[in-house]
């Protein structure tokens, strides 16, 4: 009747100031403290959270304005830290991020953003994590969520990427013309140097009319494809009957 009671849950720390003066911090658990004690229990979650930073216009070493939207994912490795030495480690974070992600842009040509998409995203985490753990925040993973480009640049970037596809096709094309044309040689030569083979594809043309029903082939000279038959073969069946 005369208690409070204070949770402080499995993704919580809790913080406990004793007259103002901080007195300790709280492991998850149920506490309870007289009323007339003036004590305050501050829970600080330390559970990995996501926070998008918004990007506002730079422009880059070429002078060409992009926005650039990250997402920065963290938690709260020191509580105490966290709460004691800035005044709101989030809001910290997000200025820390922001002002970073602007000299990475201003020192970078458009080109050079991005194609280097992945390592800014790394650049930048490297450059904010060692400052983001001494006000108690750690913070895993930067990604570049959005690159927005003025419209004339995109329109730019568009041309050249048709550009360049339509040059890809045109290879292509030519690729497999040049290797028609040399199975066309390649043929050519084989018949020159074996008339016999132009003879072959003849029969295999007239067997495949052949096979259809009704159809009748007659294939003048085709003794000179095979040569003459023998003599007893020639002769066979052509003695009178006994």
Do not use: C
Request: glycine content about 8%; aromatic content about 6%; charged content about 25%.
């Amino acid at each position: 009747m005369f208690r409070n009671t204070v949770v402080v849950r499995e993704y919580q720390r809790g913080l406990l100031y004793q007259d103002g003066r901080f007195a300790g911090a709280l492991s998850p658990g149920r506490y309870r403290y007289w009323r007339w004690q003036d004590r305050k229990v501050d829970l600080v979650d330390v559970r990995e959270v996501s926070q998008t930073v918004e990007g506002q216009e730079i422009l880059t070493a070429d002078k060409i304005g992009v926005r650039v939207t990250l997402i920065a994912q963290f938690r709260v490795v020191d509580p105490v830290a966290a709460r004691h030495q800035v005044g709101d480690y989030r809001s910290q974070l997000y200025q820390d991020l922001q002002l970073t992600l602007r000299e990475a842009i201003t020192g970078r040509t458009l080109e050079d953003l991005l194609k280097e998409r992945e390592a800014l995203s790394t650049n930048l985490r490297e450059a904010v994590a060692p400052r983001a753990l001494a006000y108690g925040v750690e913070l895993n993973r930067v990604g570049v969520k959005d690159m927005a480009l003025p419209g004339t640049v995109r329109a730019v970037f568009l041309q050249e990427v048709e550009a360049d596809l339509k040059g890809r096709a045109d290879l292509a094309a030519a690729r497999h013309e040049v290797a028609a044309a040399r199975a066309r040689a390649n043929t050519a030569r084989l018949v020159q140097e074996n008339p016999l083979l132009l003879r072959l594809q003849e029969l295999e043309t007239l067997a495949k009319l052949a096979s259809k029903s009704g159809n009748v082939v007659v294939v003048p000279g085709i003794d000179r494809l095979f040569g003459a038959a023998p003599a007893s073969a020639s002769t066979a069946g052509t003695g009178a009957p006994s």
